[in-house]
C-alpha cells in the first residue's frame, strides 16, 4: 500500500504558532502532524509514502532523517512551484502505484485506513473514493452529493447557495484513487485542486467516484483555532475514542414530531420544520461525544406521496438547518416500505414488509454494526409507542418525548423508561440529569438480592417511574435479572371506577398477580394489562414479561406502598418518592393538557386528586423505609 502526503503548503495561517517550520511538523500532543499521519499509515500496512514537499522541504526531510523514516520507505519529493493538490499528484504520477491514499499535510486524523481500502477495492468502477463525513460548520466547508448507493453526483464548494439546501457531507480532503484515472490530466495546467477542479471535471466526464462516510475523526489543523481545537481534542483523549475500534454510544432520533414538527406524512420541503431546541439538543449530543442518528419510517415513498429524490431533500433541508444551528447527525437511516395498499400512486415494490420499519430492529441492527455501538451506553428517543417498541427488541434503553404523538397514539402497548417534555429535555436528562439518578438509586438498593421486590410510591408525577426506571437499571448492570411492574397497567376503563385512588385502580386483581409473580417456582411469562390514556379503556393480555424465582420485581405506582403487604417484610424494599408540591402541580397539569382536555379541566382534576388521592398516598408513606425526594425531577425542570 502507498499513501502520498500533501506537505508542500506554505502555512501562512499558522505563522504565528509555526515561525519558521513547515506546517506539517506543527506539534500536536508532543509530536509533529506529519509523524501522527505516518504511524497511523505505517499501523495499517501502508510500507511506502511519498511526501510532496516545498516551503520548508529541508526540515521535513531532516525530521525524517531523524526518525530514521520509521522503519518503512518514506520519500520526500520537492513539487517545485504551486501546483495545487491535483496538479502536485500530476506531477509524480510515475511514482505512483496503481492505486494510492491521498493525505493532506494539516489534517489530524485517526482513520481505518484499512476499512477505507477494501472499500475503494470493492468498488472497482470508480475512480477515487472520497472520504466524507458531517461536521458542525457545513456552510463553511466543501460538500459533496450522493445518489442512494454512494456514487457522488455533485461537489458543492464553499461558498455555497444560500438558498438551497445540501446534505451535511462534507469532502475531509482524504481520498483513495486509481492512478490510470488521472492519466488524461497528465498535462493538464496548474494549479488544479482536487475538490474544486479535477473531482468535478472527472464527473462532467462521467466518471465514477464514490463516496465512504465515516464519523471517524479528521479535522484540518491549518488555522491557529482549529489547531487549538485538534491540540484539545488529542488531549482529552475525544480522537481515540472517536475511532470506530472503539465501541460507540449512540442516542438513536425518530424524525417527525422528535426533530421536527409533525404535520401528518412530511412529503415536501415547506412541510419540513424543525421543533424549537431540537438543534440545541442534538448539539448537546454532539458535544458529548454521541452518535447521533435518525432512524424513521418514511412510507410517503411507498404510497407514492413523494419520490427517494424529494425525501433525499427533505433530509437535506434538516441537515442544512441543524448546521447553520452547529448540529449534526452522524447518518440518516430510514425505511420507505408501507405492507398497506390501497394508496393512489403507490410503488408497487414497496408495498412489503419488511424487517426495516420500525419496530423492527433492521435499522437499529444496520446502525449498530456500521458504527460498533454499544447498546448499553446508548437510548432510543421518540415521540411514538412505535419507538419505544423498538427500543424494547433492541435492547436499549427508551426515552418517550411529549412532543409529536408525546405516546399517546397506542399502536403498541409498551411502557417507556423515561418520558421527558421534547428532545432538549432527552438531551439534558441523559447528559446531566441521568447519572445523578443513578447515583441515588445505587445508594438506595444496596442490599436489595435477587427474587426480592422494590415498592416505588408516592402522589402521580412525583418522578416513581423515573426512579422506578433507575432502580431496573442499577440492578441490570449488576447482573440481577429486573422486570418493572407498574400499576398504571391495572387502571379500571372510566366506566368501570369507584370512588378514591383506591377505587381507580382494580386493587384485587393486582394483588393476586403480584402474589403470582412473587410465588414463581421456576421461568415462567404472565401476560400483563395496559391503560390507554386517551381512550379511558383497559386492555388486558397486552404485554407479556418473563419472570423466574431470581427476577427482582420493581412495582411502581401511587398505590404501590398501600399493597407492600403481599411480600414478606424481609423480601420487600420500600421507597416514597417526593417532589415540591407546586412543582408536582405543573407536572399534572401538563400532563392533563397534553391529553387534550382544556386549561380549567386539568386544574379542576389537579383539585379533585387533591381530596381524594393526596390523603389515602400521603399516609402510605408512613410504611416506606425510605423517602427519597427526587432531584432529578427538580433538575430536568429547571433545565427545561
Same mark, same amino acid.
Given at each position: 500500500m502507498q499513501a502520498v502526503v500533501l506537505a508542500g503548503g506554505r502555512g501562512t495561517r499558522l505563522r504565528s504558532r509555526t515561525g519558521d517550520l513547515p506546517k506539517s511538523l506543527v506539534d500536536v500532543g508532543g509530536r509533529p502532524l506529519l509523524e501522527h499521519q505516518i504511524v497511523l499509515a505505517k499501523q495499517h500496512g501502508i510500507e511506502r509514502?511519498?511526501?510532496?514537499?516545498?516551503?520548508?522541504?529541508?526540515?521535513?526531510?531532516?525530521?525524517?532523517?531523524?526518525?530514521?523514516?520509521?522503519?518503512?520507505?518514506?520519500?520526500?519529493?520537492?513539487?517545485?512551484?504551486?501546483?495545487?493538490?491535483?496538479?502536485?499528484?500530476?506531477?509524480?504520477?510515475?511514482?505512483?502505484?496503481?492505486?494510492?491514499?491521498?493525505?493532506?499535510?494539516?489534517?489530524?486524523?485517526?482513520?481505518?485506513?484499512?476499512r477505507f481500502k477494501c472499500f475503494h477495492e470493492k468498488h472497482k468502477a470508480a475512480a477515487a473514493t472520497v472520504f466524507s463525513h458531517p461536521n458542525d460548520h457545513p456552510h463553511d466547508s466543501d460538500l459533496i452529493e450522493t445518489s442512494e448507493d454512494g456514487i457522488?453526483?455533485?461537489?458543492?464548494?464553499?461558498?455555497?447557495?444560500?438558498?438551497?439546501?445540501?446534505?451535511?457531507?462534507?469532502?475531509?480532503?482524504?481520498?483513495?484513487?486509481?492512478?490510470?484515472?488521472?492519466?488524461?490530466?497528465?498535462?493538464?495546467?496548474?494549479?488544479?485542486?482536487?475538490?474544486?477542479?479535477?473531482?468535478?471535471?472527472?464527473?462532467?466526464?462521467?466518471?465514477?467516484?464514490?463516496?465512504?462516510?465515516s464519523p471517524e475523526y479528521i479535522r484540518d489543523a491549518g488555522t491557529p483555532e482549529r489547531l487549538d481545537k485538534v491540540c484539545a481534542d488529542f488531549e482529552s483523549g475525544r480522537i481515540a475514542r472517536a475511532s470506530l475500534a472503539s465501541p460507540q454510544k449512540a442516542v438513536f432520533l425518530d424524525r417527525d414530531g422528535c426533530i421536527n414538527v409533525d404535520y401528518g406524512h412530511i412529503d415536501r420541503l415547506e412541510r419540513f420544520e424543525l421543533i424549537e431546541r431540537a438543534a440545541a439538543?442534538?448539539?448537546?449530543?454532539?458535544?458529548?461525544?454521541?452518535?447521533?442518528?435518525?432512524?424513521?419510517?418514511?412510507?410517503?415513498?411507498?404510497?407514492?406521496?413523494?419520490?427517494?429524490?424529494?425525501?433525499?431533500?427533505?433530509?437535506?433541508k434538516m441537515e442544512t438547518e441543524l448546521g447553520r444551528c452547529g448540529a449534526f447527525v452522524d447518518a440518516i437511516y430510514f425505511c420507505p416500505h408501507h405492507p398497506d395498499r390501497g394508496f393512489i400512486g403507490e410503488v408497487e415494490a414497496l408495498k412489503i414488509r419488511c424487517e426495516c420499519r420500525k419496530p423492527s430492529t433492521g435499522l437499529i441492527?444496520?446502525?449498530?454494526?456500521?458504527?460498533?455501538?454499544?447498546?448499553?451506553?446508548?437510548?432510543?428517543?421518540?415521540?411514538?409507542?412505535?419507538?419505544? =417498541?423498538? %427500543?424494547?427488541?433492541?435492547?436499549? #434503553?427508551?426515552?418517550?418525548? &411529549? *412532543?409529536?404523538?408525546?405516546? $399517546? !397514539?397506542?399502536?403498541?402497548?409498551?411502557m417507556p423508561d423515561y418520558t421527558v417534555s421534547d428532545l432538549f429535555e432527552a438531551a439534558k436528562f441523559i447528559l446531566a440529569v441521568h447519572p445523578t439518578l443513578i447515583n441515588s438509586a445505587s445508594d438506595l438498593i444496596a442490599y436489595v438480592k435477587p427474587g426480592d421486590v422494590c415498592f416505588v410510591g408516592g402522589l402521580s408525577r412525583s418522578?416513581?417511574?423515573?426512579? =422506578?426506571? %433507575?432502580?431496573?437499571?442499577?440492578? #441490570?448492570?449488576?447482573?440481577? &435479572? *429486573?422486570?418493572?411492574?407498574? $400499576? !398504571?397497567?391495572?387502571?379500571?376503563?372510566?366506566?368501570?371506577?369507584?370512588?378514591?385512588?383506591?377505587?381507580?385502580?382494580?386493587?384485587?386483581?393486582?394483588?393476586?398477580?403480584?402474589?403470582?409473580?412473587?410465588?414463581?417456582?421456576?421461568?415462567?411469562?404472565?401476560?400483563?394489562?395496559?391503560?390507554?390514556?386517551?381512550?379511558?379503556?383497559?386492555?388486558?393480555?397486552?404485554?407479556?414479561?418473563?419472570?423466574?424465582?431470581?427476577?427482582?420485581?420493581?412495582?411502581?405506582?401511587?398505590?404501590?406502598?398501600?399493597?407492600?403487604?403481599?411480600?414478606?417484610?424481609?423480601?420487600?424494599?420500600?421507597?416514597?418518592?417526593?417532589?415540591?408540591?407546586?412543582?408536582?402541580?405543573?407536572?399534572?397539569?401538563?400532563?392533563?393538557?397534553?391529553?387534550?382536555?382544556?386549561?380549567?379541566?386539568?386544574?379542576?382534576?389537579?383539585?379533585?386528586?387533591?381530596?381524594?388521592?393526596?390523603?389515602?398516598?400521603?399516609?402510605?408513606?408512613a410504611s416506606a423505609k425510605h423517602c427519597v425526594r427526587l432531584r432529578a425531577?427538580?433538575?430536568?425542570?429547571?433545565?427545561g
Open positions: 509514502i511519498l511526501i510532496l514537499v516545498n516551503h520548508g522541504a529541508g526540515q521535513i526531510v531532516e525530521f525524517c532523517n531523524q526518525r530514521e523514516n520509521w522503519g518503512i520507505d518514506v520519500r520526500c519529493v520537492d513539487d517545485g512551484a504551486p501546483r495545487g493538490t491535483a496538479g502536485a499528484v500530476l506531477s509524480v504520477l510515475d511514482m505512483l502505484d496503481d492505486n494510492f491514499l491521498t493525505i493532506y499535510g494539516d489534517t489530524m486524523l485517526d482513520i481505518d485506513f484499512t457522488v453526483t455533485a461537489f458543492h464548494t464553499y461558498p455555497h447557495d444560500p438558498g438551497c439546501y445540501y446534505p451535511n457531507k462534507v469532502s475531509a480532503a482524504l481520498y483513495y484513487i486509481r492512478k490510470q484515472a488521472l492519466s488524461r490530466w497528465r498535462a493538464a495546467v496548474t494549479p488544479l485542486d482536487f475538490g474544486k477542479d479535477l473531482f468535478p471535471e472527472m464527473l462532467r466526464a462521467g466518471i465514477e467516484i464514490r463516496s465512504y462516510s439538543a442534538i448539539t448537546c449530543f454532539n458535544r458529548a461525544e454521541y452518535r447521533t442518528i435518525v432512524v424513521t419510517n418514511q412510507p410517503v415513498v411507498a404510497r407514492g406521496d413523494c419520490s427517494l429524490r424529494d425525501l433525499r431533500m427533505i433530509h437535506n441492527n444496520e446502525a449498530v454494526e456500521a458504527f460498533n455501538i454499544d447498546r448499553s451506553q446508548s437510548w432510543v428517543i421518540g415521540d411514538s409507542s412505535t419507538d419505544v =417498541a423498538l %427500543a424494547k427488541r433492541s435492547g436499549i #434503553r427508551s426515552i418517550l418525548v &411529549e *412532543t409529536g404523538a408525546g405516546g $399517546l !397514539d397506542n399502536k403498541y402497548h409498551v418522578g416513581k417511574s423515573f426512579l =422506578a426506571s %433507575a432502580i431496573a437499571e442499577v440492578l #441490570r448492570g449488576r447482573g440481577f &435479572e *429486573t422486570q418493572i411492574v407498574a $400499576l !398504571d397497567r391495572w387502571i379500571r376503563s372510566a366506566g368501570d371506577r369507584k370512588p378514591t385512588v383506591m377505587g381507580r385502580y382494580n386493587v384485587d386483581e393486582i394483588r393476586k398477580v403480584l402474589s403470582r409473580l412473587v410465588g414463581v417456582r421456576s421461568r415462567e411469562t404472565r401476560d400483563l394489562p395496559y391503560y390507554e390514556k386517551l381512550s379511558r379503556i383497559s386492555h388486558p393480555g397486552s404485554e407479556r414479561i418473563t419472570i423466574s424465582p431470581e427476577t427482582v420485581l420493581v412495582v411502581e405506582g401511587t398505590v404501590a406502598l398501600s399493597l407492600s403487604d403481599v411480600v414478606s417484610r424481609g423480601r420487600a424494599h420500600t421507597f416514597f418518592v417526593d417532589i415540591e408540591e407546586e412543582l408536582r402541580r405543573c407536572r399534572v397539569t401538563r400532563e392533563y393538557l397534553r391529553r387534550g382536555v382544556d386549561r380549567e379541566v386539568a386544574a379542576s382534576t389537579y383539585s379533585s386528586r387533591q381530596e381524594d388521592e393526596t390523603p389515602i398516598v400521603l399516609a402510605s408513606r425531577i427538580e433538575l430536568i425542570e429547571a433545565v
